[in-house]
């Protein structure tokens, strides 16, 4: 079987690291397939990205930069996600990845108007979503943990807007087949949620918003994590 490519264009928080991995590690584990192999590149340090046709399917990790940044990296793998999405092999992007996805394909990715989303939130599907491969399983409404500052403002043309909430009017969308961008973050547990709400406090505090609560709030989110593991599943009945 052909790899599933993980292209790792961010690093979590430093301290979680020795205790739980990095998102390469949470996305690998939520998949639930050892079977299948993975192999991870890094555009940042200059890895290139493989071919197409060499590839089962990719995921592109998030980031703490910032799509806008128009880093070379980022860029050189935009135009490597519209060329994978024109060839029909199963991607999708999370956090970073989707908006670097949205923006490879002609979208538009800025920061969210109302400030950064975090925490464990509700997603509410959209009609769309309901006979989608990856997203028709889920309930109407399901957990989900977030956290970014920008946000896909117009998707790309002849997407389909798969989910939403009430801060972000894209956390899902499908374009083509088996292309994928989701906001919010399907690998993370509630550890690592825990530990970005406590990292982005004056954040939050300058937002109006309490850290305590939030905290409160943060559960695991099975639902949520499915996402992977249905990821996973598409890559393999492709191949």
Same mark, same amino acid.
């Given at each position: +079987?052909?790899?599933?490519?993980?292209?790792? !264009?961010? =690093?979590?928080?430093?301290?979680? $690291?020795?205790?739980? &991995?990095?998102?390469?590690?949470?996305?690998?584990?939520?998949?639930?397939?050892?079977? +299948?192999?993975?192999?991870? !590149?890094?555009?940042? &340090?200059?890895?290139?990205?493989?071919?197409?046709?060499?590839? #089962?399917?990719?995921?592109?990790?998030?980031?703490? #930069?910032?799509?806008?940044?128009?880093?070379?990296?980022?860029?050189?793998?935009?135009?490597?996600?519209?060329?994978? $999405?024109?060839?029909?092999?199963?991607?999708?992007?999370? @956090?970073?990845?989707?908006?670097?996805?949205?923006?490879?394909?002609?979208?538009?990715? =800025?920061?969210?108007?109302? /400030?950064?989303?975090?925490?464990?939130?509700?997603?509410?599907?959209?009609?769309?979503?309901? =006979?989608?491969?990856?997203?028709?399983?889920?309930?109407?409404? *399901?957990?989900?943990?977030?956290?970014?500052?920008?946000?896909?403002?117009?998707?790309?043309?002849?997407? %389909?807007?798969?989910?939403?909430?009430?801060?972000?009017?894209?956390?899902? *969308?499908?374009?083509?087949? @088996?292309?994928?961008?989701?906001?919010?973050?399907?690998? *993370?547990?509630?550890?690592?949620?825990?530990?970005? %709400?406590?990292?982005?406090?004056?954040? $939050?505090?300058?937002?109006?918003?309490?850290?305590?609560?939030?905290? /409160?709030?943060?559960?695991?989110?099975? !639902?949520?994590?499915?996402?992977?593991?249905? *990821? /996973?599943?598409? !890559?393999?009945?492709? @191949?």
């Amino acid at each position: +079987m052909k790899p599933l490519l993980i292209i790792k !264009v961010g =690093n979590t928080l430093p301290d979680l $690291v020795p205790s739980i &991995g990095d998102f390469e590690r949470w996305i690998a584990q939520a998949i639930e397939d050892p079977s +299948m192999p993975i192999q991870v !590149v890094d555009p940042r &340090g200059g890895d290139a990205l493989p071919r197409a046709d060499d590839i #089962a399917g990719a995921v592109v990790t998030g980031s703490h #930069a910032m799509v806008t940044e128009r880093r070379e990296w980022s860029e050189r793998t935009a135009l490597w996600l519209a060329g994978v $999405v024109a060839q029909d092999v199963p991607l999708l992007g999370i @956090c970073y990845g989707h908006q670097l996805l949205a923006h490879a394909l002609g979208g538009e990715v =800025n920061f969210l108007p109302g /400030g950064i989303e975090i925490g464990t939130t509700t997603i509410h599907h959209t009609d769309d979503a309901a =006979n989608d491969d990856l997203l028709g399983d889920l309930p109407r409404q *399901f957990a989900a943990h977030t956290v970014h500052a920008q946000s896909v403002l117009r998707l790309p043309p002849h997407a %389909v807007l798969l989910a939403h909430n009430d801060v972000e009017p894209h956390h899902a *969308f499908r374009v083509g087949a @088996c292309a994928w961008g989701v906001q919010f973050h399907p690998e *993370f547990g509630s550890a690592a949620m825990r530990a970005y %709400v406590r990292h982005l406090d004056a954040d $939050v505090q300058r937002q109006g918003g309490d850290v305590d609560a939030l905290i /409160g709030k943060v559960r695991e989110t099975p !639902v949520s994590a499915s996402v992977l593991r249905r *990821f /996973g599943q598409i !890559v393999r009945q492709r @191949c």
